[in-house]
Nanobody, 124 residues
Framework: QAQLVESGGGSVQAGGSLRLSCVPSGYSYFRDYCMAWFRQASGKEREGVASIDRDGTTKYADSVKGRFTISRDNNKITLYLRMDSLEPEDSAMYYC?????????????????WGQGTQVIVSS
């Protein structure tokens, strides 16, 4: 059964860094998928953080530009999110998502496949 498994979350102080990983299993042709990271803070809607398309094109939410970097390793079949200069406002559950439809939207409804999430807590 296809699934996405996130890891790398944790608790850090403001200004610190974390690297999240997402490993898909049961997917054929990982390189054919648009991959993305979303996050959802308590009491808030899920929001798109960053996406990376099949050709490596990346997009970022304005709130994380210059601080977060999304990347993918098609040989290791792994998606990453490097998060630097973390702020308390970045605290949320972070989810990995995938779609074969291309990175044409950062709406959560665009993505068919989701992981269970990994928690990030940033303290001031």
């Amino acid at each position: 059964q296809a699934q996405l498994v996130e890891s790398g979350g944790g608790s850090v102080q403001a200004g610190g860094s974390l690297r999240l990983s997402c490993v898909p299993s049961g997917y054929s042709y990982f390189r054919d998928y648009c991959m993305a990271w979303f996050r959802q803070a308590s009491g808030k809607e899920r929001e798109g953080v960053a996406s990376i398309d099949r050709d490596g094109t990346t997009k970022y939410a304005d709130s994380v530009k210059g601080r977060f970097t999304i990347s993918r390793d098609n040989n290791k079949i792994t998606l990453y999110l490097r998060m630097d200069s973390l702020e308390p406002e970045d605290s949320a559950m972070y989810y990995c998502a995938a779609t074969r439809s291309g990175c044409y939207s950062m709406s959560s409804s665009w993505f068919e496949h989701w992981g269970q999430g990994t928690q990030v807590i940033v303290s001031s």
